[in-house]
């Protein structure tokens, strides 16, 4: 896979993460506001830490999938992914906003640049999300630009998360340029 590429919306920009960006990447998913719709729920300090380094030692240099941060007028406001996952036998985004950037149409613009990215530089077919059906803001933005409910999948601790699917249309993966 090449590597991340820099992808502009209206008022987004997605770059690939730098050394720089580990106080903000921390500091996202330290909000236990952000981080209760993240993955198992809230980390420590340490383990976000280490995972930010993931993303260099293992995502970055074996060119797995591509990870950004999201930016507002230079300031991080944000996170983002697009990785091949298999739970839903695809690939899903993922995408998580401060809650100083909620409201504001956001997360929709950022949502649909990651469906644009998978329909257009990778040339899918279909995208997933998974999302914890508690988790309805979530789920009406996804509804909102073309995801369907595929079905729900019981976790251990008795949650039940849903998983969401966009099939390409016409015009897919024109939106949001990458340089």
């Known amino acids: 896979m090449a590597a991340t590429p ?11 993460y730098t050394p720089g960006d580990e106080e903000a990447f921390v500091a996202l998913f330290q909000d236990v506001r952000v981080s209760r719709w993240m993955g198992d729920g809230p980390s420590t300090e340490a383990e976000d830490r280490a995972l930010f380094g993931r993303v260099f030692t293992k995502v970055y240099a074996r060119g797995l999938f591509d990870v950004w941060a999201v930016r507002e007028g230079g300031v991080t406001v944000g996170h983002a992914e697009i990785k091949p996952t298999p739970g839903s036998g695809g690939h899903e985004i993922v995408y998580a906003l401060a809650p100083g950037a909620w409201g504001r ?3 929709t613009e950022l949502a ?8 257009g530089r990778l040339g899918l077919g279909e995208v997933y999300a998974t999302v914890a059906a508690e988790n309805v803001p979530s ?21 039940t998360t849903r998983l969401l699917a966009r099939t390409r249309g016409p015009g897919d993966g024109e939106a949001g340029s990458h340089r």
Do not use: K, M, N, Y
Request: hydrophobic fraction near 40%; charge should be neutral.
């Open 6 to 16: 820099e992808v502009r919306t209206d008022r987004l920009l997605l770059t690939p």
């Open 105 to 107: 149409g956001l997360g």
């Open 112 to 119: 649909g640049a990651l469906v644009a990215q998978g329909f």
């Open 139 to 159: 789920l009406t933005l996804l509804r909102r630009i073309g995801f369907r409910q595929v079905r729900d999948i019981e976790e251990a601790d008795g949650s």
